[in-house]
Nanobody, 122 residues
């Protein structure tokens, strides 16, 4: 069993940056694929970025490539999402998730954080 908790959301203007943090408890992040999803009002939950268990390769949604970076910190048992050049369409609740294997489908994940709100104004 692993528990994850997100933090770092907030309100920024277009072009600004935020860094989200995902703290894991109960197990090392080395035991899991870790991912970030986001969900805007009236929209489906969508994959944003993920990192594989084992080889730690990363995957990004096309909409965030070149702007977002997912980074693990094993010593702190945390995963970060650095978000740069933010756009209004990035506005959503962002969730950290853990699973035995990386997937683009939110339904595959067993462990979820509570979510943190990101709002980008124009």
């Amino acid at each position: 069993q692993v528990y994850v908790v997100e933090s770092g959301g907030g309100s920024v203007q277009t072009g600004g940056s935020l860094r989200l943090s995902c703290a894991a408890f109960g197990r090392t992040i080395n035991s899991y694929a870790m991912a970030w999803f986001r969900q805007a009002p009236g929209k489906e939950r969508r994959f944003v970025a993920g990192i594989n268990r084992g080889d730690r390769t990363t995957t990004y949604a096309d909409s965030v490539k070149g702007r977002f970076t997912i980074t693990p910190d094993v010593a702190k048992n945390m995963v970060y999402l650095q978000m740069n050049s933010l756009k209004p369409e990035d506005t959503a609740v962002y969730y950290c998730a853990a699973n035995s294997i990386l997937s683009l489908n939110w339904r595959a994940y067993d462990y979820w954080g509570q979510g943190t709100q990101v709002t980008v104004s124009s």
